[in-house]
């Protein structure tokens, strides 16, 4: 046997032997993938925490829920190809949650997204589509002369859902829709996804609410907004509406306790927590929200982070 052969049969038998690790990286086609794009509450820019969003995968399709600024880069960040988005759920209408829905297909379709995506939400989503369409005319038409691009308006379309029950399914999910409290934002909405492999509710933002208990009963995972209230007043005491910032949050949010009895009162198997308020500075350590949420919750608990999968 010759050098050259015998260089290139240990070659092979390397590669070879590289390919169960290989394997094991690769996903089956029917596990899901959660992967959170960005955890931070509120529609404030924060240096440790993006906007909040999450993706969940299915067969290579992405299932976005929120769009809050930056949610592109993201996804791109998390190595999930802007290609294979396939739908966009909007929990509610605020613009930490809502402030890129426009982007996110448009810079897709820029890279090289070429098929529909159906995206849902609440009123009013169908004029916001028209009215992003039109801003961004000039640049979607110069695009389609100078790159052969396909229209953008025909790979877009957006579904409105003003109450609970069944949103969509496809063979990869089944969403379903519940409807939530966030004064003074109606409708809001919590969506429930059932894959394959299991069960992912987002909780979207929302005070403590019995119709997301229902909507989360038994599920493997649900990601809710969390709300550490120590804290509260250390971050509006900067802000000059203090009074009426306070009363917001309060009235439309759930704090580490709740959180922890809405999950555990729901049977669910994992509780993560995103959309953290305050998100940004004060820098809140993951082991202060572990410990102000563990004594109400004995499932896994996760404190989420920008590009953690689950």
Known sequence: MTA????FLGMGAALLASRPALAA???PENRSR????????????KPNRAAPSQVIIVNGDAYVIDCGNG???????????????RNIFITHQHSDHNADYGNLVWLSWATT????VGTYGPPPLKEMTRLFLEMNDYDIRTRMADEGRPPLKDLIAAHEIAGDGPVMQDKNVKVTAALVEHPLVKPAFAYRFDCPDRSIV???????????VRLAKGAD???HEVMY?????????????????????IASHTSTEDVGRIATEAGVKTLVLSHLVPGGLPIIPDQVWYDAVRPHFQGKLVVGRDLMEL
């Open 71 to 85: 949610v592109a880069r993201q996804m791109v960040l998390a190595g999930v190809p802007v290609s294979s988005l």
């Open 25 to 27: 990286d690769a996903q």
């Open 113 to 116: 997204l070429a098929t529909k």
């Open 202 to 212: 987002i909780s979207g933002d929302t005070r403590p609410s019995e119709n997301l």
């Open 221 to 223: 995972v649900l990601v």
């Open 229 to 249: 209230l120590p804290a509260i007043e250390q971050v509006i005491a900067r802000e000059a509406n203090a009074t009426t910032l306070r009363a917001h949050l």
């Open 4 to 7: 050259t052969r015998r260089t």
């Open 34 to 45: 959660l992967i959170l794009l960005g955890t931070g509450g509120g529609p404030t820019p």
